[in-house]
């Protein structure tokens, strides 16, 4: 059995995140309680609250300052989360057999300024082909939505594509529907489908068992549903070759990554890194 409790404040300019011209300064807390249900299984349940501010600027698009205008600029919320994983991984890194498997509900309840739901599930599968060489495998989706008087999911909980996490080979955040006063300006949608395929591999003529390449193939992007529907032919795709090393100070992961069906006014980032994540 787990508990985990968390205080947090956090300022952050969006501009700077390849997002829209505006600020927030979030504060909150939470509280987590995990459960074993098998050896491999468990389910987790989550109360909290943050409270968010936005600051805008004389650049912040009309569609933000509308949406201020009608609903303020600062919003509570209490939040309930639910959640299932399974991990039948046979190590944190470099697997070469198992699933890992994590479904997850946030809600932002009634007595919330503004309420809405958000739903994510996400799975990965390694094999194992020969010795040291692994195929890994995996995708996710996510999916909100608003409910009550909320008439849509508020803009600063759209999901957002394209970065190492999502899309390599992309910049950070760029994928997706785009502001129709200015087309560089990334807004993010309500679902969100991701999938990756990747072969790992030890690094020739390197005997080291904390460092492997990989070839991998990325797709993905991100929708607005509320206002059309999906357009598969938006799912952008990417190949190209990793580094990933298990160094005395962390996990680093590096790719090199090439985009297959690059549209107009895309923007790329060949090469990009990652700390920290599982390998």
């Known amino acids: 059995v787990s508990l985990g409790y968390k205080l947090f404040y956090k300022e952050t300019n969006n501009e700077e995140l390849s997002l829209s011209d505006y600020?927030?300064?979030?504060?909150?807390?939470?509280?987590?309680?995990?459960?074993?249900?098998?050896?491999?299984?468990?389910?987790?349940?989550?109360?909290?609250?943050?409270?968010?501010?936005?600051?805008?600027?004389?650049?912040t698009p009309q569609r933000i300052l509308d949406y201020l205008t009608a609903n303020g600029n600062e919003f509570g919320s209490y939040k309930l989360s639910l959640g299932w994983g399974r991990?039948?991984?046979?190590?944190?890194?470099?697997?070469?057999?198992?699933?890992?498997?994590k479904l997850g509900l946030l809600v932002s309840v009634p007595g919330s300024d503004q309420t809405f739901y958000k739903a994510t599930y996400r799975?990965?599968?390694?094999?194992?082909?020969?010795?040291?060489?692994?195929?890994k495998m995996g995708g996710s989706i996510a999916w909100g939505d608003a409910y009550g008087d909320t008439e849509e999911l508020p803009f600063y909980e759209n999901y957002y594509a394209g970065g190492f996490s999502s899309v390599r080979g992309y910049n950070q955040n760029s994928l997706g529907p785009r502001d129709e006063d200015d087309p560089d300006d990334p807004i993010g949608g309500n679902l969100l489908l991701l999938g990756s395929t990747e072969i790992v591999f030890p690094v020739p003529y390197v005997n080291s068992k904390s460092i492997r390449m990989a070839s991998f193939v990325d797709c993905g992007n991100v929708f607005d549903t509320s206002d059309v529907s999906i357009d598969y032919d938006e799912i952008r795709f990417t190949a190209g070759i990793g580094l990933y090393w298990l160094s005395p100070l962390g996990s680093l992961k590096f790719s090199l990554a090439q985009p297959l069906n690059k549209r107009e006014g895309d923007k790329t980032k060949p090469f990009q890194f990652s700390f920290g994540t599982a390998l």
């Open 87 to 101: 991990d039948t991984r046979n190590r944190y890194h470099f697997a070469n057999s198992g699933i890992q498997q």
């Open 123 to 135: 799975y990965k599968r390694f094999f194992s082909l020969y010795e040291d060489v692994s195929w």
């Open 23 to 59: 600020s927030t300064d979030t504060y909150g807390g939470s509280i987590e309680v995990g459960f074993p249900i098998r050896e491999n299984e468990r389910v987790f349940f989550g109360l909290g609250y943050d409270h968010l501010k936005l600051e805008v600027t004389e650049s």
